[in-house]
């Protein structure tokens, strides 16, 4: 108890407010995931503007994860300089920007330069408030780092859902000026508000060491666990953005179903991973880690078999759905512990990793669907949430002194 009153006393004397900070942080997960769902919806579209082929489109999306890493471990320097608050707020500004810019473009080309700016927002935004949300979690000492990526999976659900039902009656200018017009208000609203919070107040037993800001310090051991759950997040995210980028044309192209009923899958994919995440805390307090892991990569990767091999919409609707659920606390998971390890260098690192899955899941599976059909290459998803799962086994071995 004594503890306890000390660090409420700590947090009111820095004016710090868990509850508000909570909030705040949450806002902006989920206004990344309604952006950048709101774009992924509008693929097909694009992809019949630019006149590309399956392989066109995957270098072109390759854009949107090259500029991405390219600027994950720069933010991770400026979060540490500056703070997160701050770069969390002007990559929102320059993630609402740039995604009114796809639909302006009539070239492969053209597509993929506009798409490295959006990436790059992107990753920044991502390392930003990940970098802020592990602070929060030290702070408040329990497992809510999903319940950040569940207000993602939720924008993402409600960003697609929108798109499907404006997509027969919106071009995609219009769809995706709305889409950065709505990001900017929100950011306009938040930002301020965010901009005024206090970095959240360490646990007694690390105040001395955040008081004179000095950072982790990276030995060997601590690289190799941050490697780990890097490839974890890796694994994941190939998952998230191969069903992002290729989970509606599948429907729409090989299983023949509507612009709305294809943006449904990515909404039932993220719905998915919405409840998995809300209920992330309670599995994580109930399973620990390594238990979190090894069954929600078996679980992702029975789910993406069945949703890539489907032979009927509903079924791959499905197996989209079971994906989502295995998928859903990977990525919090991985991105938690490295920053716990090693602060913003941490969170970017594994970002890092996790977003080399989406540089090299676009254009792999775009060649795939080239050299094979998109319902195999699709498959490769499967596989690598298993890998996840076996790496997962690992963890509390790798953890050990």
């Known amino acids: 108890m004594p503890l306890i009153n000390k660090a409420r006393l700590h947090s009111v004397v820095r004016g710090h407010s868990p509850g508000r900070l909570r909030l705040l942080l949450t806002v902006f997960f989920a206004l990344d995931g309604f952006v950048f769902a709101g774009w992924v919806v509008r693929i097909p579209a694009i992809k019949e503007q630019t006149g590309a082929s399956e392989g066109d489109l ?40 740039s995604v009114m810019l796809p639909p302006l473009t009539h070239s492969v080309a053209a597509l993929g330069a506009v798409l490295l700016v959006f990436g790059a927002a992107y990753g920044g935004i991502n390392v930003a408030f990940n970098s ?44 995706l000026l709305g889409l950065g017009l709505v990001g900017l208000l929100v950011t306009a609203l938040a930002g301020p508000a965010l901009l005024r919070e206090p ?10 060491e955040r008081e004179h ?89 029975a789910g993406m078999l069945l949703g890539s091999l489907a032979p009927t ?11 989502g659920l295995g998928l859903a606390n990977l990525f919090p998971v991985a991105v938690e512990r490295a920053g716990t390890l090693a602060g913003p260098t941490g969170v970017a690192v594994a970002s890092t990793l996790g977003y080399g899955g989406m540089l090299l899941g676009p254009p792999a599976i775009g060649f795939m669907a ?7 290459a699709l498959t490769s998803v499967a596989a690598l949430a298993a890998v996840a799962a076996v790496i997962g086994l690992g963890i509390r071995r790798a953890e050990a002194p």
């Open 58 to 97: 995957g270098l072109a999306l390759l854009g949107v994860s090259a500029g991405a890493v390219v600027t994950m471990l720069i933010t991770g320097r400026l979060c540490r300089r500056y703070g997160s608050h701050p770069v969390t707020v002007v990559c929102a500004v320059l993630l609402s920007l």
């Open 132 to 175: 802020a949300a592990v602070d929060l979690v030290r702070a408040m000492d329990r497992p809510i780092m999903p319940t950040f990526h569940a207000a993602f999976s939720l924008g993402g659900m409600v960003g697609a859902a929108l798109g499907g039902l404006v997509a027969g009656s919106l071009s995609p200018t219009r769809h």
């Open 213 to 301: 800001r000095t950072p982790p310090r990276l030995t060997p051991r601590i690289r190799r666990l941050v490697v780990v759950f890097g490839l974890i997040a890796l694994c994941t995210a190939y998952g998230e953005g191969a069903l992002a980028d290729w989970g509606a044309l599948h429907l729409q192209q090989d299983l023949d179903t509507s612009p709305g009923l294809a943006a449904a899958g990515y909404s039932c994919f993220a719905l998915a991973m919405t409840v998995g995440r809300l209920s992330g805390t309670t599995l994580l307090e109930r399973l620990g880690r390594t238990r979190t892991v090894v069954a929600g990569g078996t679980t992702a990767a």
């Open 313 to 323: 919409p509903w079924a791959a609707l499905v197996g989209y759905t079971v994906a």
């Open 370 to 376: 080239d050299w094979f059909t998109l319902p195999v």
């Open 199 to 208: 970095p959240p107040p360490a646990p007694p037993e690390e105040a001395p």
